[in-house]
């Protein structure tokens, strides 16, 4: 154990520690010895960086996820809870909407809209494309209802508009051309009936019937009696 041990000391005594004054005032401690490589020289003040940050977290899986009960606050946008999921290629109509048909006949367009996409969803489970991860918070999804896009039956019933250029322009012509939704004509509204005119005879009373003393009884009274007199028997 000596013999390996000895020829380790001299090596040890030869590092040598060298301190080179750098600008500014800081020093630096260069560390050589036999078999070792200087570090390069330097022209400045050495700076401090930070760790390197930890890798960000891959992003939660896209998967189908069912939804329910929903509600359709309008023909691009469904509510799922807390979630919120604007169908992807659709442009909503606004409730308020006005639209003119070839008539020239103007109709709210905007609530028609909206109750067909309600009456067409009906509160049934619609499954969308999210992250697996996803509690709340508005996405741009695709969703299906009874394994068809929603938003392309939407558009193709002409109750929603294709974005520019989206995958939908196709359904929204066949929406125009067959005069369906948005692109037909104005519903016709039956008018109500007339009401009776009201009589200024207002009719008997069959509830009560007057008396003589003009007193009132019902009807389905019976009269009193008059009390009976009872005779004493002889004795009493």
Known sequence: MRSLARPLVPALAAVAVLVAAAPGGAEVRIIT??????????????ERIAP?????????PIVERRLG??????????????????LAGVEAVA??????????????????ALAAARRLVRLRPVVCLLPSDARRGTYDAACTLAGEDLGRQFVAAGWARATAGGPLVAAEADAKAAGRGLWGA??????????????DTLPPDLT???????????LDETPASPPTAVTPAPGR
């Open 33 to 46: 010895g036999p078999g070792i490589s200087p570090p390069p020289s330097l022209e400045g003040a050495p």
């Open 52 to 60: 390197p940050r930890p890798p960000a977290e891959p992003p939660a």
């Open 69 to 86: 009960p929903v509600v359709v606050e309008s023909a691009a946008e469904i509510r799922a809870g807390r979630l919120r999921i604007r």
């Open 95 to 112: 409730r308020d909407e006005v639209c003119r048909d070839a008539n020239g006949e103007d109709w709210a367009c905007g609530r028609r």
């Open 186 to 199: 104005a519903p016709v509204v039956a008018a109500l009936p007339d009401l009776p005119t009201p009589s």
């Open 208 to 218: 009560t019937a007057p008396l003589a003393d003009g007193a009132a009884t019902r």
